[in-house]
């Protein structure tokens, strides 16, 4: 007989950035961070494990194709699992061996991978919630999340929906280093953001390599770690549950700045932002600037691609520029209709145009293959789609 069960998890994007581990194997961060979970209607992992006595060896398929089980991460995210599952079937023989028994994962993104989109933390947040199901844990979302981030360290953050933390801890062996709720989605409903995807490319330097270069290179960065991180760790968490929109913007840009400030501190350099993410920057400030409030927040992970969160009452005027220089890049109409889109634009022709100080540059959508228009969403999701054939135990 064959097992099967099926979970999706979220793509989080961090707004103070987890950046350096004290220690790669357990991955444990030098610092605190909080995510904003994203909804997974626009950006999510499905995975679906099965187990059976029959199974010969672990398997892993990833958006069609087999790839290889064998990285210390994801054994040993499959080794705390396995033991847990060993204390149900030692307390209850009635209960089939399913901690002897080998797994196969097959698991599909609905967005670039490796493309700077936190799609590892969406991968093993879903491998690890998908074989708890299967194995029919009783362990809380805290205790699992310690368990996905030790196959990817912001996974964590995707055991949980709305607004997330994850609590460095102090102890050596990880067991206090977990991710906590800080808000659930019901508590600041109107966050939203637009994803504008600057490259979907493989990044140049993987974060597990940029991390430790900037750990023992960056002068920089014990600064951040020191003195900067612990307290907007505090100030953050304090925005969201005020629901203070421009504290939460503010602290969330600086603290892009301040990451990306540290990368380019490490020797040599590492550069995951490139020019069409500095225009954005700039961009945005400019944006904030001509309201008079600030309407738009952005924030770069180890990649190019920038998110902007921004609250739903205020979409019509960040639209307005966002959409008249962007219009032309896909995805805008999964989620409007054309009656909508040209009120974005008559915004700007009666409101905004001819009345700012400063240059739009037509040529900033050259490089943005695509925008995500998404916004805070739940966690992982039981769902009936399976991706494993139950009869054959193989992808479908």
């Given at each position: 007989m064959t097992?099967?069960?099926?979970?999706t998890a979220p793509?989080?994007?961090?707004?103070?950035?987890?950046?350096?581990?004290?220690?790669?194997?357990?991955?444990?961060?030098?610092?605190s961070s909080i995510s904003v979970t994203l909804a997974q209607e626009d950006l999510r992992t499905l995975t679906s494990?099965?187990?059976?006595?029959?199974f010969k060896e672990d398997k892993l398929w990833l958006n069609g194709k087999e790839e290889s089980l064998s990285s210390e991460r994801t054994q040993n995210c499959l080794a705390d699992l396995r033991a847990l599952r060993r204390q149900l079937e030692e307390k209850d023989s009635s209960l089939p061996p399913m901690s002897q028994w080998k797994l196969?994962?097959?698991?599909e993104n609905n967005f670039p991978t490796a493309a700077g989109l936190a799609s590892s933390a969406a991968g093993f947040a879903a491998?690890?919630?998908?074989?708890?199901k299967l194995y029919e844990l009783p362990q809380s979302a805290s205790d699992i999340s310690k368990i996905a981030r030790k196959g990817s360290g912001s996974a964590c953050r995707s055991l949980f929906g709305g607004y997330v933390a994850w609590e460095m801890g102090e102890k050596a062996d990880g067991s206090d280093s977990k991710a906590v709720e800080v808000a659930p989605l019901e508590h600041w409903p109107n966050m939203k953001a637009a994803v504008l995807v600057v490259s979907a490319d493989k990044k140049d330097t993987p974060s597990t390599s940029g991390m430790q270069l900037t750990v023992n290179t960056s002068d920089l960065f014990k600064e951040r770690i020191t003195n900067v991180v612990p307290k907007r760790f505090e100030a953050m968490k304090k925005a969201i549950l005020d629901k203070d929109f421009p504290t939460f913007a503010e602290l969330t840009m600086k603290d892009s700045n301040s990451f990306h400030a540290t990368c380019l501190d490490s020797f040599p350099p590492i550069f995951y932002i490139n020019d069409t993410s500095k225009k954005i920057i700039k961009l945005c400030h400019l944006i904030n600037e001509f309201y008079g409030e600030t309407?738009?927040?952005?924030?770069?992970?180890a990649g190019p691609n920038s998110v902007l969160y921004y609250l739903e009452e205020n979409e019509e005027k960040l639209f307005a520029f966002i959409y008249t220089l962007f219009s032309k890049v896909d995805g805008w109409q999964s989620k409007y209709n054309s009656e909508?889109?040209?009120?974005?634009?008559?915004?700007?022709?009666?409101?905004?145009k001819g009345k700012f100080q400063f240059d739009l540059d037509d040529t900033?959508?050259?490089?943005?293959?695509?925008?995500?228009?998404?916004?805070?969403?739940p966690g992982p999701q039981d769902t009936k789609e399976c991706l494993i054939n139950e009869e054959t135990g193989l992808p479908k």
């Open positions: 097992y099967v069960a099926s979970t793509v989080n994007i961090a707004t103070l950035k987890y950046w350096g581990k004290r220690d790669a194997k357990l991955n444990l961060p030098t610092n494990a099965a187990t059976s006595s029959e196969h994962i097959v698991s491998l690890v919630m998908a074989i708890a309407i738009v927040a952005y924030t770069y992970d909508e889109l040209s009120k974005f634009t008559s915004t700007f022709n009666n409101q905004v900033i959508q050259e490089n943005v293959s695509r925008v995500i228009l998404t916004r805070v969403g």
